[in-house]
């Protein structure tokens, strides 16, 4: 089971015409189910862009993506974004028009489920992420504490109970209290909903934390993909040596 | 003043309520109409970059166009009333509403934009859930804008025979009355504010349901103000039917923009609607006779009262030398063969042109005709209305036949004529010989002795097709006939135009005196 691949890309390389060196540059990478992959890397080094690539946001200049054995363009992108995804966003991106109940549901409402099921999802996802359905319910985005908001973006991203979470650094704005918090509600999650977690971040401790497997990036390449007990026994590179001390000094 | 103001304001009250109500009723059309094009144009170039210079460029000159002067322009086209109203004043609300929509879409942060792509929003449902809403501050920002300036531009369609309150303006105008142009001025004046009050406090309204966490979702409001827009386009639809089906029993009067035609064409409404079961609409004050002959050819008006030399001269443009005899039988037929008009009897005085000068003038120079004024003329201004300066029976005709050669020629409108004389900054005003100005002014008419004028008798001028529709009129308006002398026309006229009284009151006084209204 931990090896059955649910996401697999092969050779990717992504070229923007307008930089100099390839964003991405011939990268394979394989995402099992029900594992969190931790991406690490300096800004730059193309995580985003990779994160990006998953659910067709951006689309490789060479490579393919295959998902669940079958390739990327034989499934309605919309619908992979939908259903198969859920996306938490660096700047978290609640609808500032919208109540919680709207930003959670909307991914419902898009798929036009009826208003009882949207609204009793909600009330479950919100139980979950320990935020009282009566008091939060109906509240607007800028009522909301920065910790309280990326809650919300969690809870929207599973609306649509997803298979696979991409997190593209979701947490790098809190302090680091609300971080630590946060980070143990995605272990729960992880624990209690069984899903695959692609998690980005610049922060080696929040990977060692959350990352069943820790994938370093540095100019668009994979240095390592490993656990953090192989990455810190036998570092492959200077990078990753370097970057696993930096994580222990903390 | 003011008290005097509050007075009048209580007596033409009711008046003043209907003329809201057209007013808001125009505004409102236009607003839907020009949201209805802007809101989706301004859509199209956040999407597509291809015409948006070139649409914004266009439309930030439009602005600048004169609205009266567009307006003039297009009648020829939509003819009078409410469409081309509607659309001038859609045409000037468009553009701002059309940039903040724009500019609302380009300024929606990145974030949100990503979040909705990252979530599977189609292009059509990022649309309506995040840009819309992101962009409607902006975009209600760009109504405000875009009502101010509409209400202000509606007065204008009064020239038109929109209503309004403009109406109140150009009346005011026509008659120099200024607490007239007050009733126009001040609620217009006043609505802008109201307009400017409610879409803010709705903006308000909106934010604040976000505050206060209720389950008032803030989309209600949203339908609530579209419906708002609705009802009160509605309650224009049905207001204004009535007025433009033909289909019902309505009789159009309509008249040329000074206080005789006023009178005039006051009289004959009241006589209809006493001995006619014909509902009549008044559109008067439309402005020169060319603008006025085309709207009845148009059949936007039915009836207006006209004078045979103008119709003669200037829409006939026969020539005239002084010699030619049998007018108004000339006039007649060639109405009825050209345009299928029909002239009915003369109300029985003629309202000729020439000059007046003040009579301490006239006494020292001895002047009793316009020959006498020649010999004078090199040193001497005249003011003049703009229309007589350019008919060929206006000023051209008396310099070729008595040798004018004034000074200087001052163009002013009908009613400042007067004032320009009495403070003396011109010597001789183009005047009526029916004019009631005359004897408060203590001017005299110079007689015309080289018969250069035509007879100017006044009558009401009829389209065929509603003559043969509605043969009462006829019978309605034959107890005028003949019985206006012209000093009983300058005595109607004086009571409007120097005691400041309604040609309504006057023409119903007279009518009442006289005997004139049916004995029910």
Known sequence: MKNKKLIELKNISKI???????????????????????????????????????????????????????????????????????????????????????????????????????EERVCELLNFIRLSPDVYLNRYPDELSGGEQQRVGVARALAADSECLLMDEPFGALDAVTRCELQDEIIRLKEEFKKTIVFITHDISEAFKLGDRIAVMQKGKIEQISSKETLYGSPKTPFVEQLVQTGLGI | MIIEFIYFLSENFSSLIQKTFEHISLVAASLLFASAIAIPLGILIARFPAMRALLLKAGSVSQTIPSLAMLALLVPVLGLGFMPTIFVLTFYAIYPILRNTYTGLQNIPFEYLEAAEGLGFLSFQKLVYVELPLALPMIISGLRLATATTIGIATIAAFIGAGGLGDFITQGLALNDSNLILLGAIPTALMALAFDYGISQFENYFYRCKQKTTNASAWKYKYLFLGGMGILFLGNYFFLTPQGNKASKVIIIGSKNFPEQNILAEMMAQLIEDRTSLKVIRRFNLGSTALVHQALLNGEIDLYPEYVGTAYLTVLKEPWDGTQKDLFIKVKENYKNQFNLRWLASFGFSNSQSLAVRKDFAEANNLKCLSDLAPLSKNLSVAAPPEFLKRPDGLINLKKAYGFNFKNVIQVSPTLMYVTIEHQKADIIASFTTDGKLRSANLIILKDDKNIYPSYQAAPVLREVVHQKYPQIEKALSPIFGVISEQKMIDLNSQVEEQGQLPSAVVHKFLRESHLFSEK
């Open chain 1, 16 to 118: 923007y015409p307008e930089r100099d060196i390839p964003t991405l540059d011939n990268l394979s990478l394989s995402i099992h189910e029900g594992e969190s992959l931790v991406i690490i890397g300096s800004s730059g080094s193309g995580k985003t862009t990779l994160l990006k690539l998953l659910n067709g946001l951006e689309t490789p200049t060479s490579g393919s993506i295959q998902i669940k054995g079958k390739s990327i363009n034989s499934y309605d992108i919309l619908d992979l974004r939908r259903s198969f995804f859920g996306y938490v966003f660096q700047k978290i991106g609640l609808f500032p028009h919208m109540t919680v109940k709207e930003n959670i549901s909307i991914v419902l409402r898009l798929t036009k489920k009826s208003p009882k099921f949207c």
